[in-house]
């Protein structure tokens, strides 16, 4: 299994993602915004990143780009999950919100298992 890294503003949204992942046997890590997610990514890089788009301080088009931009993190495969996902052109994968539970875990059970290739 592997290492998760939820990225949301809402508490309310990032424990139920966190409780999705670790029933499936994931470890997880979570950040409110993206400023505290490129932290939490260059202190212990995830296997994946599943972030919003529209959060405070830093979104997630701008975590997804700073990450994408960084030799030491551009292969780590995103999932976005966001009312406004479309504007998440580099994630690997993209769900719309709201989201069915089966359909966020298969998406981030094919990045783990197959990378960034999956897209």
Do not use: C
Request: glycine share 6%; aromatic share 4%.
């Amino acid at each position: 299994m592997g290492t998760i890294l939820v990225v949301d503003d809402e508490p309310d949204l990032r424990f139920l993602l966190h409780r999705i992942f670790v029933k499936a046997g994931h470890e997880v890590a979570e950040a409110g915004n993206g400023e505290v997610a490129l932290d939490a990514v260059r202190h212990a890089p995830p296997d994946l990143v599943v972030t919003d788009v529209m959060m405070p301080v830093m979104g997630g088009v701008e975590l997804i780009r700073r990450l994408r931009a960084d030799p030491a993190t551009a292969s780590i495969p995103i999932l976005s999950v966001s009312a406004d996902w479309q504007l998440a052109v580099e994630a690997d994968a993209a769900l719309a919100k709201p989201y069915q539970r089966a359909e966020v875990l298969a998406a981030a059970e094919r990045l783990l298992q197959e990378g960034r290739q999956a897209s």
